[in-house]
Nanobody
Framework: QVQLVESGGGPVQAGGSLRVSCLAS????????MAWFRRAPGKEREGVAV?????VYADSVKGRFTISRDNDKNTLYLQMNDLKPDDTAMYFC???????????????????WGQGTQVTVSS
């Protein structure tokens, strides 16, 4: 059974940094596309960043966020710098179940989801 468990969220002031993590079990992250999504209050869930053999970022986070993974720890990360109040959201880890599917910011392409970790940025 695949499980994705996020951690590392919390309150932070604008301009600050935070790193959220996603520990995978029952799944080997090195072989597949993985991603971070977020859902802000009152908004739809949106893609933030994906990683496969390459990385893709939403325009709103380019230059501030970095997605990475530690294959030995089977953990996905999202380093968030220069945080803004608009970054306040529940952050979700997601993963594809197989290869051969486009790895991008489309929610529908993801098969596994974590429960999310809350990031709150105050001004």
């Amino acid at each position: 059974q695949v499980q994705l468990v996020e951690s590392g969220g919390g309150p932070v002031q604008a301009g600050g940094s935070l790193r959220v993590s996603c520990l995978a079990s029952g799944y080997t992250i090195r072989y597949y596309c993985m991603a971070w999504f977020r859902r802000a209050p009152g908004k739809e869930r949106e893609g933030v960043a994906v990683i496969n053999d390459y990385t893709v970022y939403a325009d709103s986070v380019k230059g501030r966020f970095t997605i990475s993974r530690d294959n030995d720890k089977n953990t996905l990360y999202l380093q968030m710098n220069d945080l803004k109040p608009d970054d306040t959201a529940m952050y979700f880890c997601a993963a594809q179940a197989s290869n051969g599917i486009s790895c991008d910011l489309e929610e529908a392409r993801m098969d596994y989801w974590g429960q999310g970790t809350q990031v709150t940025v105050s001004s």
